[in-house]
Structures are given as C-alpha cells and as structure tokens.
C-alpha cells in the first residue's frame, strides 16, 4: 500500500498525559498537513511542512502543540498534558512537489482518533 | 473572517437522480476550490480541483461549477447510486505564502436510496 499511513489508528489517554502520533507520507511526496477534524466539522489546518521545514502553523496549534519532520520523510505530532477538548481525529495528508500537475491535490491518511477522557 | 458554508447538512435523494450540493463563502479569495469526498472513519479523498479562472470541471459523473462573482460552487453528481453516499466536503485553496492552509466547509451528507 502506498498510501499515507498513520500511527495509531485508536488512542485513548487520560487528561494531562502526553500524545504522540506518526505519519507516513507517500514516499515521493515533499509536502505534509496536519489538520483535526471533530464531529460534523469539516478538517482544520494544524500545520503544514515542506521537506522538513514547518511553513505553516494555525493559531489553532498551541503551545500544547508540536510537530516535527527531522528527515523530510515521516511526521509526527505531539500534544503535551492534553485536555478533554484535545478529542478529535487527527488527519495527516501530503502532496507532491510544485512541478507535479496535481500538486494541489491532497492525499489523506486514515486517521488518528484521541480521546481523551 | 472567512467564512465557507455548505448548503445542507444532510442530503436524501433517489437512485439515478442528480445530486447537487452548493459551497459559499465569503471573507475570501480562493485560488482554487476542491471537492472531497469523505466516509465514516476515513481520511477525505480528492474528487476535483476547479481554479478560479475556470467555469466548469467534470469527471466521469461528476460536475464542478465556480462562479468567483457569486462566491459560490456547485457540485453535481449524475446517474446517482448508493455507492456515493458519503459526506462530500469543499475545501478552499490559495497559492502562495498560505498554499498548505485549506479551509474545509463542515461537509453534506448525501444519502442515496435505491
């Protein structure tokens, strides 16, 4: 499958404890989103990296909040003493580089769904 | 601030009828608009991208309208079968210094009855 994959695909933690999730672009591909979506709402941009430098951020991401890309390849996001209201699933996506026709397109992955309790 | 609305929050229609969903936003000027296709427990998956400098997109049964002076795209999905229900989303793009940051609409949910 050559898909984006993300890691895990279920977590369940108790307030104040700290997330990590992982992300797998597809392999070619040098752009990485990450956006949260909640139930009955549409994705909302996190951040965003080109190779491995964070281009982006949304004034959705606190300081709680942070993501990485060391290599250019996979991501990983981290939420520090999370809070109930950190529930949601969290969507990782990539997309080729500008001299690709379809470098618009966005290519989702499964999701990670937290809960935090 | 921008603002993107999607007509419905549910829509019901009869197998081999044509779905038409609606996206409207204000507060901004996208580069681009984009359709998305999204079902229980899954990531979006792309359908179509339309750029503000084209009136009309199609692809196989589906139909992309733009009209940058309405502020407005419609979405349609011909021949309908139940194999579409899904939550069709639109998504909002520029180009640019803000290309990574799509705004998505909250979706319709399209329900196709045989």
């Known amino acids: 499958d050559t898909g984006v994959s993300q890691d895990p695909r279920h977590k369940i933690t108790k307030r104040g404890q700290n997330v990590t999730f992982r992300c797998d672009p597809i392999s070619e591909h040098n752009r990485l989103y990450w956006y949260r979506q909640t139930l009955g709402q549409g994705p909302e941009f996190l951040t965003y990296f080109q190779n491995e430098a964070q281009l982006e951020k949304s004034r959705l991401l606190s300081d709680r909040f942070s993501a990485e890309r060391p290599k250019g390849s996979f991501s990983t996001l981290e939420i520090q003493r999370t809070e109930q209201g950190d529930s949601a699933m969290y969507l990782c996506?990539?997309?080729?580089?500008?001299?690709?026709?379809?470098?618009?397109?966005?290519?989702f992955g499964p999701g990670t769904r937290l809960t935090v309790l | 601030s921008q603002k993107i609305e999607q007509n419905s929050e549910a829509l019901n229609i009869q197998e081999g009828k044509t779905a038409t969903l609606t996206c409207n936003y204000t507060n901004y000027s996208p580069a681009y608009l984009q359709w998305y296709r999204q079902d229980p427990g899954r990531g979006p998956v792309f359908l179509l991208l339309i750029r503000e400098n084209e009136k009309e997109k199609r692809k196989e049964r589906l139909k992309v309208t733009f009209d940058t002076t309405l502020k407005q795209s419609l979405f349609h999905i011909t021949a309908s079968q139940p194999a579409d229900s899904a939550t069709y989303l639109c998504?909002?793009?520029?180009?640019?210094?803000?290309?990574?940051?799509?705004?998505f609409g909250k979706g319709t949910k399209l329900s196709v009855k045989p």
């Open positions: 996506a990539s997309s080729p580089g500008v001299t690709s026709g379809s470098y618009n397109e966005q290519f």
């Open positions: 998504a909002l793009g520029r180009y640019g210094g803000s290309q990574g940051n799509l705004i």
